[in-house]
């Protein structure tokens, strides 16, 4: 790899007080090793881990495990997974950048594996509903590492224009895995269950063939900052450090909480409590697709070059609050149609050749739209915050263990049979309630550009002190010269 190139502008790895300051910009290496090096193909290679994992898994509960688990012990196995992925979601920042995020995704996608697995011990034992539930709450643990990492490297390879860009590819191929998984997963066989299993076994080994993020360049020549690897003690530290030093991203806390709560109506009050198994598995192909248009739209919005990031921020919350309100007017009118107890399981669901069926899975679609979008955003804006792999690993392990806790809360209240329209209205309710409590965050803390002034977990060393702007800088020169002789 070639010496780097000074640029004269002020840039990411220099003092924001200094406008004549220097950049190192570093060639990204030729021919296949460039292409291995190159950020997008580690992100293709970060979205088959999840295409083998999540992807299938969200294929699965989508028609409540392929339709091979009651909803009860679907519901109870979802109630114990979330609880413990919100557990270890907010320390999973911390246990990332003590194992790196490889092996951290490695740990994390062999839960999958496991709770895949459960489905084949309820087809041979049918009283195994207890064993499911306990492969949730592993998966929960495994499910807050592996999302914590994906959500530190999707977010700081790219450059503060590509960041749309990034999530939207990322998006669509682990959705990619909820599109074949659905596809299959109608079929209700033992067969296409042992599939997803050697598919998700393949996707435990695919953290290892990745590339080492301190060895990453970025497309415009800058250098990933990787997080030091210090002790869990200092990580915990980080941890309150980054609450304390930037106290907007709880601004963005009801956001998260709403972020996986829509997910038990749209699959269980809607999809899984109107339509039979053959309905129910076109609506998911439909739905798994529709998230793949959401995020790229959106992602698209998000790095238009022609306007500053901040109006992109604001346009993105605008979109965002309309989608909630068309998507959820029109689905009220579904929604008042019936009830949990006119809809039981021994009643007639409706088929893809009955009359209303187009416009339910058109409404559908749209549910998958809002989805990636509202996810996709979520993403950016904490993107948006910080560029440092640290800190937004601290960022993604709060996103996930909130978002885990509201998943948790409305699985258990499915469990017990809340009506249906409660738990409709309760989701559009946090829907409008986490984007009103974003925008005084969007407003005060989204700026143009992000300085490593603002990065105060890049430079904090390994006994919580804040290093000086400048002495951090010049270590980064120092990794980026020892990564290229190695």
């Known amino acids: 790899m070639a010496e780097p190139v000074v640029d004269n502008e002020k840039s990411y790895t220099g003092s924001s007080n200094d406008d004549h300051a220097a ?35 969200n294929a699965l509960n989508g028609l409540g495990a392929g339709g091979q688990v009651d909803s009860k012990t679907n519901s109870n196995a979802n109630t114990a997974l979330y609880s413990t992925f919100s557990f270890m979601g907010f320390f999973g920042g911390s246990v990332n950048n003590v194992l790196g995020p490889r092996l951290t995704l490695l740990i994390g996608s062999m839960g999958y594996s496991l709770y895949i697995g459960s489905y084949l011990a309820i087809n041979i034992h049918s009283n195994a509903g207890g064993f499911v539930v306990a492969a949730g709450a592993i998966l929960g643990i495994c499910a807050g590492l592996l999302w914590t990492a994906q959500g530190s490297l999707m977010m700081a390879y790219p450059t503060e224009t590509q960041k ?11 959705n990619l895995g909820g599109v074949v998984g659905a596809s299959v997963a109608a079929g209700r066989n033992w067969k296409s269950t042992v599939g997803f299993l050697v598919l998700t076994l393949i996707g435990v080994f695919i953290p290892m063939l990745m590339a080492n993020p301190n060895k990453m360049i970025r497309s415009d020549g800058t250098k990933v900052m ?20 930037d106290p907007m991203i709880i601004l963005l806390f009801p956001m998260f909480f709403a972020s996986n709560w829509f997910y038990t109506w749209q699959f269980s009050g809607f999809n899984g409590a109107i339509f039979d198994i053959r309905a129910r598995g076109l609506n998911n192909v439909c739905y798994w697709i529709s998230q793949i248009i959401g995020s790229v739209l959106i992602g698209l919005l ?24 068309v998507v959820h007017i029109w689905g009220y009118f579904y929604q008042k149609q019936y009830t949990r107890e006119s809809v039981a399981p021994e009643t007639e669901k409706m088929d ?40 937004l690993a601290f960022f993604a392990g709060f996103y996930k263990s909130i978002q885990s806790a509201g998943a948790a809360g409305i699985w258990r209240a499915d469990a017990v049979k809340i009506p249906y329209m409660n738990m409709f209205i309760s989701e559009w309710a946090l829907l409008v309630g986490g984007l009103v409590f974003a925008l005084p965050m969007v407003i005060m803390r989204i700026k143009d550009h992000t300085d490593l002034d603002d990065e105060i977990i890049a430079r904090m060393d390994d006994r919580g002190h804040i290093r000086p702007t400048e002495d951090v800088a010049a270590e980064m020169d120092v990794t980026a010269k020892d990564a290229r002789a190695s």
């Open 164 to 174: 749309g860009k990034f999530i939207g590819i990322f998006w669509s191929i682990f």
């Open 226 to 245: 990787t997080p030091r690897h210090p002790s869990l003690k200092t990580e915990i530290l980080g941890l309150l450090v980054t609450l304390k030093t």
């Open 302 to 325: 998000l790095d238009r070059k022609s306007i500053s990031r901040r109006i992109r921020a604001y346009t993105g919350w605008t979109v965002l609050f309309l989608m909630v309100f």
């Open 23 to 57: 950049r190192k910009v570093y060639q990204q290496p030729t021919g296949l090793k460039g292409l291995y090096y190159n950020p997008i193909t580690q992100i293709v290679m970060l979205g088959f881990v999840c295409f083998m994992g999540p992807g299938l898994f």
């Open 352 to 391: 893809i050749y009955d009359h209303g069926y187009a416009g339910r899975v058109m409404f559908y679609i749209f549910c998958g739209i809002l989805d990636a979008m509202w996810q996709t955003t979520s993403y950016w804006l904490m993107g948006a915050m910080s560029n440092d792999p640290s800190k």
